[in-house]
């Protein structure tokens, strides 16, 4: 009777957590009334947010297709600038994704606006596609993440580096892919479905490079003053730590670096955007609208070559989950606060964000909600 019992009781566990497990994995299938294909993030805004839209809102064609994703507006009572930030690029990179939802949890925006797309690539997020022309750390680590906050746990969806090729509408090009306006040699066929490589977009071309045109109308319709995208790189690597700065707003970002390693030693190595290589972000938001650009690299230990398919992306000891979401949050902080010590008609201000040492030690269960 006792061994029945513990076997009942093991029954039940398995149960709940294949219950549980099912209930969350499901979500990634779910579609609105719209036709979107919706992963049900469980995002909890803060206070300040204004309202919600899409990105279809700025190209229609991108309704009812896996490429549509969540837009938040945050406002001040107080005008100012636009502050923009994306994560998501690479849905594999969860550092910048979580970066974004910790703005989304936690801002209080007191003048002008900030817009955040935590999932610029939908597609991506959604993709758990193990692509043999892809690079293996592009599909290494979990399906999702856990977070234990005081709410209990919560779950946030990791997914892959390109759209999903289900989605993509149209074939890799075999002879590789070369940007409609780069004469650089070409690169992987993959690379067709890589949004960082696709602006500043298309609309008579695969989904990636519609994401990219309806960000690229965003940017130019909402008059976009300062832009973020949020990334992370090989822990050990050459871009790892680092901020890309579109040549024309290079001295605010060697400025903003020089006040992190005052105010936080945190150091950051500083590149310009590369003007002959086409389809990067901060090269075409900064060339192709008003907004100063930028992009940060943080470590990702699952992008390391010889990491294991199970690495812990949260809580690795060199590089935790909350010290990489920190650099990501106080570097666009320092280049905010510049941007609007030098602009103070298009100021923009906003507090609430955890304590850089704090995310740092604690990770970020004590601050999402």
Known sequence: ????????????????????????????????????????????????????????DYYPELLGTPGDSKVYYFEGSKPGGTLFVGGGTHA???????????????????????????????????????????????????????????????????????????????????????????????????????????????????????????????????KVDVAFDYHEADAGGRLANMMVANPKNIETAAGALFDLELDYGLSLKLEPSNMEFRGLSHREWGAGTDAQAFLIETPNPAMVADAPDDVDVVNDPENPLGSRVAKHLYATIAVVRLFSDEHPDKAIRFSGLPGFEDLSDKGLGPYLQ
């Open 1 to 56: 009777m006792v061994k029945q019992k513990k076997l009942v009781a093991v029954l039940a566990v398995l149960f709940l957590f294949t219950t549980a497990a099912h209930n969350v994995f499901a979500q990634a299938s779910v579609q609105d009334i719209h036709g979107r294909y919706l992963i049900e993030h469980d995002y909890r805004p803060s206070s300040s947010l204004a309202r919600t839209g899409w990105l279809s």
């Open 92 to 222: 594999n990179e969860i550092a910048g994704i979580m970066a974004a939802v910790m703005m989304i949890e936690t801002l209080n925006v007191e003048a002008g606006r900030v817009i955040v797309v935590p999932n610029m690539n939908s597609s991506a997020i959604g993709n758990q596609e193990r692509e043999p022309e892809l690079p293996a750390y592009t599909s290494r680590g979990p399906s999702w993440i856990s977070i234990r906050t005081s709410s209990g746990i919560r779950y946030f969806k990791y997914g892959s580096r390109a759209t999903n090729k289900a989605h993509q509408g149209v074939a890799d090009p075999s002879g590789g892919y070369v940007h409609p306006d780069s004469s650089e040699a070409p690169l992987a066929g993959w690379e067709f479905r890589n949004l960082n490589r696709a602006y500043p977009g298309r609309s008579d071309s695969g989904l990636t490079q519609k994401i990219a045109y309806a960000v690229m109308q965003l940017l130019i319709k909402e």
